[in-house]
Structure formats: structure tokens, C-alpha cells
């Protein structure tokens, strides 16, 4: 490819005159120049050619950048993690919302703990039956900086459903008096002494969110890394977890490919969490505004339906998240 | 280190209430997710971590991209092939510059060959022998890009001595009548089949260039990499020549960091090319403004005075550049 | 990690006395410092910390490596590309091997088209229906390879019922007068002008497989990458063109962790391919000895339910592989 | 490059019939999908294409690993830090071990304050005036393995004026009665905290080493990194710190390909260390046996001659390694 560049006529006097050390390789060197590195896990690298670093700094929290990647557009990067990347987030965020939501009767309230890159609010307020959003990130910097760079959920943003208030989740929830038809968990992977281990556990669930549920009520969080080998790493947990304070857990998973993994979530009620594909497919329509790129009821379904591996080792989880112990996850290693 | 961004208060309540997936590593990660990668070889690389990628797109000649290294600050990069780095551009403008200038009795009209960037006429200027400069680049484009972004240059390209010619310099020598004190060579290295071949060959130095010179007239070019191994690329045979057309040929070289690699140059004249240690010195302060960083007298002897295996080649090397064969260098072979 | 290394008793001696330029950075550099990195696509790269190199070289008609890798074992590489890896390579082949041996009433007869690795054998000799494997590979070196290096695979490639053949797949398959009850294609990608871009065409799956299967007979093929983005380089072409040839079609994915995407698979007959959960797993317990790693009943149904966007643009694609036009993928840019 | 392997005959059917995944790239992919990658500083990487892993292991001072690389041949490893490259070690070599040699009028006895790779020795032994070498190393097996992996080395350690001894350098030179023509240090850097940084010492060199050397004993020592920017994290101090002790102090560098950097050496006597080049050429005839392949003496006067800044750097160096306080060098931020 470069060589065509050099080839054509162009070329021929390409950058006579230019001063010493230029070589060949055109277009394709400086295409790919430049690289956004990740390492999944400590011997595992992804990488992506960049376009631009749109933007890199450093809140009271953490640092953040985003970038412009050319084999996933623009992507969010928090303390040299991805994110979330324009390509693919839609199937993080519909994997997040839409089955709770769905499975409720009608959801008219909900609360995030997190969230602050608005796009779950954005897909929450798709829903016509939710009449109010509580946004609760402690992050303002981070939250503003999503506000003015991520266009897509600028209307979400100014959602006046949407309320938006900087707390630490944990604290917030605690404090308010009414309860919610739904509560979403967009946290930080639970590592033993990270940042967001405390809202994982099972003293929180049962002491803090299943007292703020509402009847019928659904709880959700995403869950972590759920892959044939990664699933063991906090999925099995998570699940098992809740396992412990609701009647009903169902978890699910998907593949986003920027994350180079398959990813979990898991959905608890004391209330039955069945919907056939039909009925989904129904609620869907009846329900939500604009069309769903991944999710509909046959992809939940498939979503749901888990691999024998991650079955037997679900089923077999016998870890619980206390305020005592955790399981760890990539990274972690590095904090002691 | 990314476990104190970690461990330490702040983080307690790290991006509590952030979205998923984020993990250790902190600012560590954040500042070394980005990097700009070069092929020294083909199967050698170099990998600078990026702050930002200033300014990136293509020319009618050439792609064209500004970064800010961490290592080596501001790096102009063309063809994906690093051209200069702020933080060591004075070497190879020095070396390029300063020795031809400085042998010549009074050079007061210097003609460039390329040099678009401004760095070799900022050099040229600080002689206060030098009454006119043409700088003469064929590539506008990267010419004004320099101009509004290479601040260290702006004073250069303002100064009423500089003439900038946008033109192929082969022709635009051809078509003058007057002849210069010293020509400088500032153009990419000679690739058979690239752009720059035919201003290295013993043809163009005979009957363009010589012809140009006037009395005691001295001409430099940059002389590609001039390491333990490659000098062999194309040093030599510049050397080789040079020596066939000009009665003094002076050969030197010298480490360039951020171009990984020990870099070389070539002086010739028909005049001797001989000056004391202390003559050199004097010079410098008699007739250049500023301060060199990098060369002086005892400098330039070093970087003349060339380790056994390169003199032995240099001795040794029997090939000439002609319109008809070229030596290769990397990069080439991608050609055909 | 590094600075246990060296602040512990052992190192404040810590090569004391060994030769310059040692740094600290310890074990977790050395742990760290080689890596295998492939490009999944030009602006995407994936990387695994190395132990070895195993094995390179070079047969009549490929490169090929067995690499060592720290996040995926044992690593077969074919001109630079993954082809295999130790600790995930069973989903790959249970997906591509189990599901028409399962579909089939009673498989007696298997013609495996490519295979050389010996996997895909080893797979179908979990049967105990089966009587009879051809296994058909081009490449007879690479199945000496494969023989003598992967061990998992020495049983299989000694079992009498397999038949091992060094010949073009087509030509082979063409030549026999038999039929088979299963027709395995486990071969190259289709690139346009690649190597086995012929044998996935409509007019083979219709002169040359389809006449050689056996009443009830299945005919199956890995289908190249399936992800949400990925599945329309080859796998929704694929598709349709088997639809055009065949009454029943079933298509379907898992995620490969190694492969960084998820992957297709196509099964194709004349005859209904159904079979309820409970029959799948019953079909298991009854022909197959050994337990399955990944595939079971609910696995498969979770892995033939397609996401909606994967389901659409198969539902729509209408491109059939024949000897005139072809899909591209990704490498085949590089070829003209 | 890759095209030519998948466009000619062979590859017409080039791999039909291997199993999935393969795509272009060919020899181009294979040849370069293993790397070595090295930090030459935290924001800056260095990366060499691989043929393979030849050892990798650990002893009980330091993880060890023998590499084949494309651009530098056989490269030997220790803690994740290139030590030495078979095409240019020696350069390191013949600058650490002739010029104190030549300079002694006819060192007879010299002792090697580490050196267990042996081309220290290898290059002393070529002295004929040489009667006796200590090598004295603490890490056994690091001497084991090279003496059985570095061929070239092997007369050297086989040779009857070679006595190898296994300890601590410090505490084997005090123990010892005897003085010693030259003394050569071929140790670590001195990172404060690290192993060898005790052996850098005013104290050290006052105490342990001047007292041990004959006559006219000549010290050298390898001084670190010696580029116009990397000279002030050790080179000058080791300089500052010999001048302290010895009357004459000559400092000296070279740059090295496969260290991606300028070397320093450091040589001290309380002899006048003044050679002419003529004088340096004719003893190197007298008494060595081989040919230098990069010393001689002009590359000497070359190497001795530094260059502006890092000259007026030296000159202004106060800094005096005590045991109390150090520079620093890369890696050591990592130590805290």
C-alpha cells in the first residue's frame, strides 16, 4: 500500500527538497503511526492505531483521556482502561438497561449508581414508562467533561426526567427516603480495596439496595469480565452474591468486541424475571422510543443462555462479597 | 507507582460511582497508553510515548504529523519517518550548518537545498558574515505548516536575509545565474528510485552544484545514518562521491537520540578545509550571535575524527552515485 | 513487583559484580519483555507475553511457529496468523466437529477437508458411531508438525479409523467415488484469489460436496469471523451461499478468546436440522465418549441464536461466493 | 513483500486445506510477529524483531535470558536490560579493557570486578604482557551459563592465566594482598539502593581500590550511559567522584547500536594517562594479539574527545558518590 504512494507520479519528486531522513513507507506509516495500548491482562495487549488525542487530563478522581481510535472511534479512556468506545458501546449500555426495565411492569424510577458517562441515563430515558432518573456519579469533572465531549447523550443530559447529583452512590442511596422501580449498578469492577469493592457486597445489597427497591423492584449491575476463563475473575461472584439477598438472578452476557472479551451482567428481584421472546419483543415496541441496535428477545435469550463452562461455574461459585473478602481481578496484584 | 494512585485517600473513593471496567494502574497507565512507533529498521523499532498528536495530514507531496513526545518534546514526523525532535533538532542543525560556514573565510550568500522545517536557515542566519539565504523546498504546504507551528523557527522565517523559493532545487540552482559561498544539502536521503536520488549523484555535484560555488566555496550534505553498521547505507557512497568531484572532502558524524542512530554529514570544497581547534572557537565568536549547544572547536574534531571501522569503509568504498545505480537504504525494498 | 526484587536480601547483593547497564525492573520485565503480536486487523493489534519460540520454519507452502505464550499456552501460527491455541482451541473444534456428527442420525462416515492439525480428527473419533475419517491437508509438513509436536492430537492421528491424505481437498473429494454421512470444511477463509477461496463457492458446495453426501448427510464449514461488526467479511456470504444449495441452513458463533472475536460456523443438509436441548445432550451421553468442554445442548441453542443485528444482516445479505466475485477480508488489500 | 508469497504458484493453493483463519501476510508476518521490546527509559521503548528464544531462567541473583534477534544477533539479557548484543559488544568491550591496558606501561596482573559474561576477559587475555586475570563474580550460574551459551568466550574461560573466582567484588578485592596493574569494573550502574552501587564510592575507590593497585595501576570503570542528555545520570558523578581520589581521570564514549545509546567509560591513575596516537597504534601492534574492530588510536582520540555540553557538564559535575548519596538512573523510581 505504501508503495503506492512512492510509485506514482507525485511521488516521483515526493518531498524533493525536504530536509534529510525521509524514507519510504508513506501513507501507511503515518497512518498507523500512533497507538493506543491496553494491556487486558498483564501478558495481553490490545491496541488500536489513533487518529488523535482528542483530549487528556486528570480530575480529583482519576485520569481521562479520549481519543479518536481508528478501529473503534472516538473512545473513553479512565485511568488507561477503556472505557467505553463509540462503536460498540450501544451493546454495554442496552445489555445494562433494557433487560431490567423490560422485565418490570412498568419502571417509572430509576436510580444509577454511576453512570456518569450519561449513557446509561440516555438509554433509560428511551423508556416512556420512566418518569424520573437519578444520576448519582462522584465525579463532576468526569461528568462534565461526557456532558460537553460526547454528543450522543447530550439529550439525554438535558433529559428534564434526569437529575444529577455528585455523591458518592453508596452515601446517596442511604440517605433518600423513596424507593425505585429500578436500580442500575455502573461501577467500577469490584477489586478488594479498589474503589467501588464496598458496593458489590452482600451486606449492600441486602442493607442498602433491596430496602430502596420498590415493588417488584429490579436491581442490575454490570458484572465484569464473563469470558470461558474471565467469567472467574468476578462474574461468578457477583452472581453468586446476589444469589444470597434476592429471590431471583439472572445473568447474562455478551461479546463487545473493544473490550476483546465477552462481558456479564446480572439482574436480581424478589419477583419473577421471566419474559418470553414475544412479550419482550411486545414491550419493545410498546415501550421504547427509537430502535435498539443489539437487543431484542431473541438476542436476550441467546444473552441468557450461558455456556456449559460458565454454567457449572456459576453453580459451583461458592464466594461471597463481604466487607471482609474479595476475589480479585487483573491489577489488583500491583496494589500490594 | 500506579499503586499509590491507588492506595492512597483520594482513591478510596476512586471513581466510586464511575462505569465499569475500570482498574488499577492509574496515572502510570494514563500516561504511557499512548505511543508513537517508527521502523529504524525492519526489524527494529522505536516507540515514543505520545502527550498529543498536535497536528496530523497530508501535503500535495508528503503525509505530514506533529507530536508531543514525552521523551524528545515536539517531533515533527513525515512519511511516518521522524524529522526532527525538539529537544535534539541543534545537533544535526548545528552539524549541518556551523563547520562549512565556519571553514569558509566569509561566507556571505548561502543557497538550501530543501530545509523547509527553518531549522538550517535559523542556523545560517545567526552568522553575521551572511547577507542573503535561499531557502528553496518544493513543498509549500510543509513549509507554512512550519512557519505557523515551529515557534523556535518563526524569527528565521521573518528575517529580511531569507529568500523562500517554493521549487524543485535542482531546477531552481540550474536556472540561477549567481553562484553562493556555500550550498547545503538538506534533503532526504538517497533512495534509488526516491525522490532525492538525483541530487546526490556525481553528475548533479559536477555540473549543478560545483558550477555554483563560488571561490572557496564550500558545499555540506546531510549523509544519512552514520553508525558502526549502517553507515554503509549511504554515507559512504556520498563520501565516495563527493571525493570524485571536490579536492577536500570532509566526512564527521554524531549521536542523535531521538533518530536512535549516530548521524552523518559531509563538507567539501576545492579550497582546503582546514581550521585549528582554536581557530574554530574563534570564529564562533567573531561571527555567530547565540550560543551553540552542541558544537565547538574540540567537538568538531571529535566529530570528524572517525572510529577505525567507519574509516576503513569510508577508505575502502569504491561505489558513485550516478543517474544509472544507487546504493539502498531501508525502507526500499518496500518499493517494488 | 520489580522493586521486591531488588529492595529483599538476595538482591542487595543483587548481581553484585556482573557486567554494566543492569537496571532494576526484575522478574516482572523478564516475565515480560518478549511478545508475539499479530494484527487482527491493520489498525488493531493483539499481543501475548512469550516463554518460547517453540518452533519456526517454512513448508512448501506456509510459514509456520509453535509459540509458547503466557495467556494462551501452546500457540500454533500460520504465516503470521493464530490458527490455534492451547487452552481455548476446544471450543473452535467442538463447534466446528459436534454439532453435525450430533444433527446427523447416526455419522458413520467423516470427510474432513483441511484439518491438519489433527483436532478436528480428534474430535470426530469421540464418536463411536463414526467408522471412518478422511482427513484430506495440502500441506503434508504441517501435518508432520502437527504429529510430532502436539501431543493432545498423537492419539487421534494414530487411531486406525482415520485415513490420512495429502492432496488439494477438491481434487480428492472429486475423485472418490464413496459418500460420506459428514462433510467437515476446515480450511482457509475465503479471500478473493486466496488459496482456498474455491472452496466456497456455490458451484463446489453444489457439483462436488453435495453429491458426495450420503442420504441425511451434513455438511459443515468454520465460517471466519462472526462478530457483531466482523460477521459481514465472510460469514453472512457464506451463509447465503450455502442457502442457495441446501434446504437447511444453521448458522452459528461463540467467542474464541485467543481469535479476539467471536467465530462462525455453518451447517448445511437436505435434511431437517433440529434437535431439542434434552436430545442434544442425551445424543452426548449415548456416541461420545470423553466430556465436552464447551458444547452441550443449551450451549449449542445459546450459540444458533444469533443477536439481532448478526440475524438481520444475514437475513439481508445477498452476495453468493462464486467462481467470478468475492467478500474481502481483511489481508486481502495486501495481495494486489 | 507478504503479496509475492501468496500470488505465486505454490500459494495458488497455498495452504488448501488447512484449517481456519489463515490470511495473508506470509513471510513478511512470520519473520516479524516475535519481538524483544526493552525500556531504554519510562516513555521511551526499544524493540527488536525475534528468531527465537535460545534460554530463559533465573538465578539466584537475576532472571537471565539468551535471545537470537534479527537486527542484533544473540543478546543476552539479565533482569529484562540488554547487557550485551553479539554484533557490537564489542565496542563495550575493547573500551572497557584497551585503553587502561595500552596506557599501563605492561600490565601484567588485572582484576575483574564482575565480568561474568567473559568477553572482559576475553579482551584482556589478548594482551600478551597480561601474565594473570581475577574475574571475580557473585553469580555462579550467570558465569555457567554464558562459559556453556557464549562460544566466543569459551577459549577465554578456558585460559590458564584465568582464575574465576565466585564472590562478593568488594570483600574478595580487600581480602586479597596483592596489588594489580589495572583494575576494572564491569558492574552495574550505581543506582542508589541497587547492587553495585557501593562499588562506586569515594570511599570505595580510596579505600579498596587504590590501595590494590601497583605502580603506575591503572582503574577503569563502565561509567553508564554517556548521551548528550542520558551523561548526567551516572557518567558524570562516576567522573566527579574518581577525580576526588586519582590525580588523572580521562573520560571517554562511544555510542553503542543495541544500547540505543552513547557509553561512558571512565579510566583513573595516579600515572599520567597521556598516549599519542601513534604510540597507542604501535602498542596495540606490540602487544595484542587480534585485531581491534573498533579501537585504535585516532578512534581513541575520537572516543576521549566529548563533546561540548557534555564537557562543560563534567567540568561543573559536584556531586560525589558517598555511601550516603546517590544519582539516580531510570528504574530506581520504581525501587520506592
Known amino acids: 500500500m505504501g508503495s503506492l504512494s512512492i510509485n506514482n507520479g507525485n511521488n516521483e519528486i515526493h518531498s524533493n527538497g525536504f530536509n534529510g531522513k525521509i524514507q519510504s513507507g508513506g501513507d501507511q506509516a503515518q497512518r498507523r503511526s500512533c497507538w493506543y495500548e491496553e494491556e487486558i491482562e498483564e501478558n495481553l495487549r490490545w491496541s488500536f492505531a489513533l487518529n488523535r488525542i482528542i483530549h487528556t487530563g486528570a480530575t480529583q478522581y482519576q485520569d481521562i483521556q479520549l481519543l479518536d481510535t481508528k478501529p473503534f472511534g472516538k473512545a473513553l479512556v479512565i485511568d488507561g482502561k477503556l472505557q467505553s468506545a463509540e462503536i460498540d458501546e450501544f451493546i454495554y449500555h ?3 438497561v433494557h433487560p431490567p426495565l ?49 454528543v450522543v447523550n447530550q439529550e439525554a443530559f438535558s433529559d428534564p426526567r434526569l437529575e444529577l447529583i455528585i455523591n458518592d452512590a453508596r452515601a446517596e442511596l442511604q440517605s433518600r427516603a423513596e424507593k425505585y422501580d429500578v436500580i ?83 439482574m436480581a428481584s424478589d419477583s419473577e424475571l421471566m419474559l418470553k421472546t414475544e412479550e419482550f419483543d411486545l414491550r419493545v415496541k410498546q415501550r421504547m422510543t427509537g430502535e435498539n441496535r443489539f437487543l431484542d428477545g431473541t438476542t436476550f435469550l441467546s444473552a441468557s443462555t450461558l455456556s456449559k463452562a460458565v454454567r457449572n461455574s456459576l453453580d459451583s461459585e461458592t464466594h461471597v462479597y463481604t466487607e471482609g473478602g474479595a476475589r480479585f481481578i487483573y491489577g489488583h496484584g500491583k496494589l500490594n
Chains 1, 2, 3, 4 share one sequence.
Open 102 to 150: 423490560l422485565h418490570h411492569p412498568s419502571a417509572k424510577s430509576v436510580f444509577i449508581m454511576g453512570g456518569g458517562e450519561g449513557s446509561t441515563a440516555r438509554e433509560i430515558l428511551r423508556h416512556n414508562t420512566v418518569q424520573k432518573v437519578i444520576m448519582c456519579d462522584i465525579d463532576e469533572e468526569v461528568v462534565e467533561f461526557c456532558k460537553s465531549y460526547l
Open 184 to 266: 442500575v449498578g455502573d461501577l467500577a469492577d469490584p477489586l478488594e480495596g479498589g474503589p467501588c469493592y464496598k458496593l458489590y457486597t452482600k451486606s449492600f445489597y441486602e442493607c442498602i439496595v433491596k430496602p430502596k427497591l420498590s415493588q417488584n423492584g429490579v436491581f442490575v449491575t454490570q458484572a465484569g469480565p464473563a469470558g470461558i476463563f474471565s467469567h472467574t475473575e468476578v462474574f461468578s461472584c457477583i452472581y453468586n452474591t446476589l444469589k444470597q439477598v434476592f429471590k431471583y438472578v439472572v445473568p447474562y452476557s455478551a461479546h463487545i468486541p473493544s473490550y476483546a472479551d465477552t462481558w456479564g451482567w446480572v
Open 94 to 96: 442496552e445489555c445494562l
